[in-house]
């Protein structure tokens, strides 16, 4: 196919800059054609590197969306606008991609969701760690029964000392919420796509607010100051599923523990087990006797269709681009998204109230 999709980028901060524009650049398939920041600088700065000569400078998003020559929008802005913002680029006729969470509440995922239906166009979150090779192979053996039913799990997004001190991530107005919403999302989305269940039945959930207070802390992007830290510093879930399936979700940016680890997850199941503590390993029994079992990934070549090395944001952005060009499902379904999203809400709710939140 030799169309070449035109790409607007809302929001040219870190993520854009880090994951979005430079992977999108790499495919010939693609061109980016405009660039929209609240600072202009931004938007200037991310033309001059990513763009052409043809390529446009926003301030106002709604201005880039009334753009009917763009194809798709890449939504890269504070989760607090995400809602917004994607809908009114799928009314606008765009293809959306948009930074995970999907949203800051449920109520604003539903309302994505509902956009996407309505007007015939794809949306699909960035949960760029699916696209990893221990994710992809991991998922096709679970898809394939290795593990058989998978009635246990931990989704694990622990950080010793690595609060994000830039942009808004400590501004509970705009983010929603601190590690929990922020990596702990990445680590929900791994577990139950590798369980492929997507309907909860109860969550129990806490979130702390302790070592956020301290000042001139030990941490890797230097100290934070404490009067802006306005959300937890760690948050864990106990989730069960509609079929009794349990779920353990524990997040951090700041945690006194040696044990950590950033979208991981452990599963067991009636076949074997599986976790990503050091490298992706599998376990079980054969003929009697327990077995661990380290997978090499370097040769498997595992969902790199052509036989190219990509990085995970690198095949995020190509299988995303093939599928709008294709036709076909993106890889991470706005469903999906929507149900972490909810899970996550219910682990907030449920530390305010004290009270399980049922589903």
Known sequence: MNKKLRVGIIGCGGIANGKHMPSLKKLDT?????????????AIKAKEEFGGEE????????????????DVVHVCTPND????????????????????????TSEEAEKMLEAAKRTGKKLTIGYQNRYRPDSQYLQKYCEEGGLGEVYFAKAQA????????????????KQGGGPLIDIGTHALDLTLWMMNNYKPKAVLGSSFHKLGQKKDAANAWGSWNPEEFTVEDSAFGFITMENG??????????????????????????????????G?????????????????????????????????SDLEARLWIECILNETEPVVKPEEALVVTQILEAIYESSRTGKAVYF
């Open 245 to 278: 399936a349990t779920i353990i979700l524990e997040s951090s940016w700041a945690l006194n523990t040696l044990q950590i680890g950033e979208a991981r997850c452990v599963l067991s199941g009636t076949e074997g087990g599986a976790d990503m503590e050091d």
């Open 81 to 104: 606008s995400h809602a917004e913002i994607t809908v009114a680029a799928l009314e606008s006729g765009k293809h959306v991609m948009c930074e995970k969470p999907m949203a800051k």
């Open 280 to 312: 992706l390993r599998l376990n079980g029994e054969k003929f009697g006797k327990l077995h661990t079992q380290k997978v090499d990934l370097s040769s498997t070549g595992v969902a790199f269709y052509d036989g190219k090395t990509e990085n995970d």
């Open 55 to 70: 390529s446009i400078v926003y301030q106002d998003y709604q201005e880039l969306l009334n753009d009917s020559s763009i």
């Open 158 to 173: 622990i950080r010793r000392r690595a609060v994000p001190t830039w942009g808004v991530f400590l501004d509970e107005e």
């Open 30 to 42: 693609v061109e980016m054609v405009a660039f929209c920041d609240l600072v202009e600088e931004r």
